[in-house]
């Protein structure tokens, strides 16, 4: 199944693909269309293959080989002739390119162009998991070389340029294990009893300049990827980890948008601009969070003022409509060959709302100084971040889901809704059925993007948003710095389409990102219970198909699949509307949020996919 520009979908049959591949953009010659016929045609023409490169197990013959792709995506074996094998050896994880296809063939033809090494070997799944998404594994020389040229220091000529917050308080929070410091803040208490509070962002804009390969580079990588083990960055290590890192005890050139702010979190005026900062402390999260729950320990005073502030930002942002969605992270404590030993959630709490909170106001607070429209003028060209309304259509089966279960919504308006979210997250909580009716609530939300025009941020209950925190790791970020500092010193407003294509590339290699980050966590959930097979665990239903339910396991959350003929005693269907299965004869029923327990049957770590069994 296919969908055209217009959006109808059109089946294809397999012998009318035309050795298309998935996410090709394709010619279609339609049938004619019959009343008990769906849209059906055939593929006349491959436009444009959207990836040519695959990853997979090579399998080599006396005078040829065969690639086994990893991805389910990719339903043909890649032929490989014996002078394109690139001194692979059998069995060896490589990455094969399809250089002909001829017309009369079943398979593609390719050429390896990099031998990965051993499957099962921790940096050659992580990398094999970058290359299945076209990530570049390295940074070009030229790209490097730049890097090395930049110098540490900073010139007295650009400190005169810039507001001085050398003097003021100043601390970063970050996960322990964090090099890559994009955010920093500063609080001062004024003469009137008011707050001056910074939030000082990496000036990255200083240092990567168009024109270089620098640019280029960041601007193809888009964002920067973060698997299990490693980060893949979106600037070479001299920039992110170094240069641009807001360190302790350093001085470090930024952008800042600067509040003050009163006791009840109101801010009375704003301003943006070039700063320079030298950070007092680096706190870890759980540092900051002891200081919270403790109330002592270094700079507690400056700590608990920010949770205080902060604390009525987060208060007031969910009285005026932002949902308050519930989110968990999975991490590993790994051993030295980077093999799953332990898994544990990671729990969001108040030193990361403290953050959460200031980078948020800074980001609604650009965006709206750019976009608010001024005496009659257009608003200039600028980078939202956007997150559009539910689908009405998702929104109707979900209220009318929840009402069966004894919950309610109400969508008279969107601000109602939001606040019948939130209650509704309060009112679950605890219960068997909270993880069913969270997940499904995520589903019927669209996805945020990067957009030109500003629709708002539906999730947050933001007019103006865009992300202006994190251009070490973000291009968008680094593009709104730009716009930010050009519109400050009184340029006009820059080309739309320029900006908006650069949106979508940036929007398109998140999702990517996100997907690279999901493989390698999945990988690792797999690889967590390669030895555990044959063992019981408790689960949740976290899925309902036609091939049969899935089960999230409570302590790694691992999913698996028991599939619909494997469940014993009875003849199972689908009841997709209600996110359940139905037993024909006795009516035993599990749905989504159920708890089970299930056995480990099978772990298949190249695929990635565990199968359950459930257990009475």
């Known amino acids: 199944m296919i969908s055209d520009e217009g959006g109808d979908d059109v089946f294809i049959s397999a012998n009318n693909t035309n050795h298309a591949l998935h996410g090709d953009s394709v010619k279609v010659f339609m049938f004619p269309k019959r009343k008990s016929r769906k849209n059906e045609g055939q593929i006349v023409e491959i436009l444009d293959r959207k990836k040519t490169t695959f990853v997979g197990i090579i399998e080599i013959e006396k005078n040829y080989a065969f690639v086994i792709a990893d991805s389910q995506n990719m339903p043909y ?6 002078d394109k094998i690139n001194k692979a050896k059998n069995g060896q994880k490589v990455i094969a390119k399809i250089i002909d296809w001829p017309s009369h063939a079943n398979n593609p033809f390719g050429e390896i162009t990099e031998v990965l090494g051993s499957p099962g070997d921790n940096d050659v799944e992580m990398n094999s998991i970058l290359a299945e998404y076209n990530f570049p594994l390295s940074f070009p020389k030229a790209v490097e070389k730049e890097a090395d040229k930049i110098s540490m220091g900073i010139p007295a000529s650009e400190i005169k340029r810039r507001r001085d917050f050398r003097d003021t308080f100043t601390i970063t929070i970050d996960p322990w294990d964090a090099k890559d410091f994009d955010d920093a803040l500063s609080i001062k208490t004024l003469e009137d009893g008011n707050f001056e509070i910074g939030v000082h ?5 200083h240092f990567v300049r168009p024109g270089t390969a620098l640019e280029s580079e960041a601007y193809q990588r888009a964002t920067s990827i973060y698997l299990v083990d490693r980060v893949i960055p979106m ?6 980890n170094k240069v641009c890192s807001l360190r302790p ?16 979190a109101e801010v009375l005026n704003q301003w943006f601009g070039k700063t320079i900062i030298n950070s007092n402390h680096r706190f870890t999260y759980e540092e900051a969070q002891q200081i919270i729950e403790n109330g002592k320990g270094l700079y507690s005073e400056e700590v608990l003022s920010f949770h205080k502030l902060a604390s009525i930002l987060r208060d007031k942002r969910f009285a005026a409509g932002s949902i308050n969605f519930n989110s968990e992270e999975v991490k590993f404590k790994l051993d030295e060959k980077g093999k799953p030993i332990e898994t544990y959630i990671k729990e969001q709490k108040e030193a990361n709302h403290l953050v959460e909170e200031f980078m948020l106001l800074a980001n609604k607070s650009v965006a709206a100084f750019i976009g608010k429209p001024k005496s009659g003028k257009l608003p200039k060209t600028f980078i939202y971040r956007v997150h559009d309304e539910p689908n009405p259509e998702k929104l109707a089966t979900f209220v009318g889901f929840l009402k069966k279960l004894g919950y309610g919504l109400n969508v008279s308006s969107r601000k109602e809704l939001a606040s019948s979210y ?6 679950i909580k605890g219960k068997g059925e909270e993880n069913m009716i969270e997940t499904i609530a995520i589903r019927t939300m669209a996805k945020a993007v990067y957009s030109t025009e500003n629709n708002g941020h539906y999730g947050l209950g933001f007019d103006y948003y865009s992300h202006f925190t994190s251009p070490i790791r973000r291009y968008p970020d680094l593009m709104v710095h730009r716009l930010l500092e050009g519109y400050l010193e009184g340029r006009k407003s820059a080309d739309q389409n320029t900006y908006e294509e ?20 999945k990988y690792k959930q797999v690889e967590f219970l390669e030895d555990k097979v044959g063992k019981i665990f408790p689960g949740v239903i976290s899925g309902v198909s036609k091939w049969g339910i899935f089960v999230e396991l409570v302590q790694s959350r691992s999913e698996g699949l028991i599939r619909f003929h494997e469940l014993k005693g009875d003849y199972y269907y689908l009841d997709e509307d209600n996110y359940r299965i139905i037993g024909k004869q006795y009516g035993q ?19 990635r996919q565990l199968d359950f069994e459930l257990m009475d």
Do not use: Q
């Open 77 to 82: 074996d890649i032929f490989i002739a014996k």
């Open 589 to 607: 029923v599990y749905r989504l949020g159920d708890e089970v327990n299930v056995l480990v049957k099978k772990v298949d770590l190249i695929k």
């Open 201 to 205: 962002i990496a000036d990255v804009s």
């Open 502 to 521: 650069a949106c979508k590339h940036s929007s398109d290699m998140e999702k990517m990102a996100v997907e690279a980050e999901r493989a390698s966590i």
């Open 422 to 427: 939130n209650k509704l997250f309060n009112k």
């Open 249 to 264: 005890k350093e001085e470090k050139l930024t952008f800042s948008a600067v509040f003050k702010m009163n006791e009840k």
């Open 235 to 240: 600037l070479p290590e001299k920039l992110s």
